[in-house]
């Protein structure tokens, strides 16, 4: 059976010449990059390598601005900890109720430890405004944390109004942009960003490995400490051949960035123009005028979102009903409970994230299998057949 990746939120497939790249480390050159004699300089160059392209994907205007970590959720981590800490371990941080979980969890663990946190809820499309962060800003507020594209229904946020409210109050911004690099353009000065978090994994990269990008000048401690590797800010024996993989990743989404974006853009516009065309009862999630190119969020109202995702699977299809790590678990999303979707659109929702290596034909056989397969679920699930009139 053909089988066909309509994932990518989760996780991407790494590209050939990322593979390519990647391969010398993991043979012969396998030097430690902290080792003075040859074997280390080699190492050494391939990461500085790799860090400039990373810099130059964010328009980062500093190569040492970028910091490697494990990926998407240290960074996370490490930006808010790392400032809290830097303020003696108090203070007031303003996000959002729609932030991935590695936001979200570390910030309910600083509330723990006494630190207070706003939760700025977006509207029904999923944003956030840019006025109601600035209202939740305090004198004791040390940094503001909002992602710069949603990877549930793909929303972008105001993250340039928002970086100037921050510039103009003083305060810190640090943002996810997991899931917006490589889709829409992502530049740290022009939105006035102090700290980003990215990871390898979801631009055709590897797993297990990212970067924080620290704007020169924040002040922010560190998380992993030890030998003093990454100017003593992110300690331990460096990922040689992942950050070398994720460089190479980033260059290709630098290059080549723009014009994928458009190409996926339009195939997910025609995935979901047909889908509500012929099925019945269908609604998007999330804000169609400010969204990542690949991503669709559709609610099939009075069906259960992961008894069609089974019966897609089956067919050899893959997609989510939300962020990757929720999956299993019967919660519903706290992405479309905070966007105030009813139960029955919440339930049946399902996301269709489009990337590298995706074409028209795969959208042809989705349109094949899914209407019937929405039918039989309906059938299914009489009891949450929608009762609107
Ligand atoms: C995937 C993702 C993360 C986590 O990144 P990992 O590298 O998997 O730890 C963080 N934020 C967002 C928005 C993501 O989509």
Request: glycine share 10%.
């Amino acid at each position: 059976m053909k089988t066909i990746y309509m994932d990518h939120n989760a996780t991407t497939p790494m590209r050939p010449e990322v593979v390519s790249a990647m391969q010398p480390y993991l043979g012969e050159k396998f030097g430690n990059p902290n080792s003075i004699h040859r074997y280390g300089r080699e190492t050494r160059i391939a990461i500085e390598n790799a860090r400039d392209n990373a810099a130059a994907l964010i328009g980062a205007a500093e190569g040492d601005e970028i910091f490697f970590t494990s990926g998407g959720t240290e960074s996370d981590n490490w930006a808010l900890r790392g400032v809290i800490s830097a303020a003696r371990g108090r203070g007031h941080i303003v996000t959002t109720a729609i932030e991935h979980e590695a936001v979200l969890a570390t910030c309910q663990t600083l509330e723990a430890e006494g630190v207070e946190v706003t939760y700025v809820k977006p509207n029904r499309q999923g944003r956030v405004s840019a006025e109601d962060v600035a209202t939740a800003i305090r004198p004791d507020t040390k940094i503001v944390s909002v992602m710069w594209g949603n990877n549930e229904v793909g929303t972008v946020q105001p993250v340039h109004e928002i970086g100037a409210i921050c510039r103009e109050h003083g305060i810190l911004f640090h943002t996810d942009a997991v899931q917006a690099l490589g889709k829409v353009e992502v530049d740290v000065e022009r939105a006035g960003v102090s700290l980003l978090s990215a990871t390898g994994h979801k631009i055709n990269g590897p797993k297990g490995t990212g970067f924080l990008y620290v704007k020169k000048g924040t002040e922010l401690d560190p998380f992993i400490t030890g030998g003093g590797q990454e100017q003593k800010l992110r300690s331990g024996t460096e990922n040689v051949a992942g950050i070398v993989a994720m460089g190479e990743a980033c260059r290709l989404a630098k290059t080549e960035g723009p014009q994928s974006a458009k190409n996926i853009a339009a195939m997910r516009d025609r995935l979901e123009n047909e889908i509500c065309e012929h099925v019945p009862d269908v609604l998007v999630n999330g804000d169609t005028a400010h969204r990542l190119p690949g991503t669709s969020n559709l609610g099939f109202i009075g069906a259960e979102g992961e008894t069609l995702l089974i019966r897609l699977d089956l067919e050899g299809i893959a997609v989510s009903t939300g962020a990757a790590c929720s999956s299993g678990s019967p919660e519903p999303s706290h992405v479309l409970l905070a966007m105030d979707l009813p139960q029955e659109t919440v339930q049946g929702s399902l996301r269709f994230s489009l990337g590298y290596g995706n074409s028209d034909a795969d959208i042809d056989r989705l349109l094949e299998v899914l209407p019937e397969a929405v039918g039989k679920v309906r059938e299914m699930a009489p009891r949450l057949k929608s009762t609107k009139t």
